[in-house]
Nanobody, 124 residues
Framework: QVQLVESGGGLVQTGGSLRLSCAAS????????MGWFRQAPGKEREFVGA????????TYADSVKGRFTISRESGKNTNYLQMNSLKPEDTAVYYC?????????????????WGQGTQVTVSS
């Protein structure tokens, strides 16, 4: 089991940027695909992006391609979601998940461990 803690959410204006962090502890971090999902009120949890266990591959939802970037820092057991050019429709609770060595891990059911989530609000 992997314990995950997200941070970095907040309120930002349209066009602004935020960087979310996901700190992992527990089993070996480097062996896990790490993903980001988001959930807006009344909607299902949706895939945002993921990074492979070695960090060599990333995949993103079409809605965030070119605006969001995922990276990971193995020495700190942390991965990051850099969000640029934010839009009001990006408003949601953002969750970090760990999916073993599965790839591309674009569905929520692939993930066994989740963080508590961090709120991102983009004002128009």
């Amino acid at each position: 089991q992997v314990q995950l803690v997200e941070s970095g959410g907040g309120l930002v204006q349209t066009g602004g940027s935020l960087r979310l962090s996901c700190a992992a502890s527990g089993r070996t971090f480097m062996r896990y695909t790490m993903g980001w999902f988001r959930q807006a009120p009344g909607k299902e949890r949706e895939f945002v992006g993921a990074i492979s266990w070695g960090g060599s591959s990333t995949t993103y939802a079409d809605s965030v391609k070119g605006r969001f970037t995922i990276s990971r820092e193995s020495g700190k057991n942390t991965n990051y979601l850099q969000m640029n050019s934010l839009k009001p429709e990006d408003t949601a609770v953002y969750y970090c998940g760990a999916a073993g060595q599965r790839w591309p891990a674009q569905t929520a059911g692939t993930y066994a461990d989740w963080g508590q989530g961090t709120q991102v609000t983009v004002s128009s």
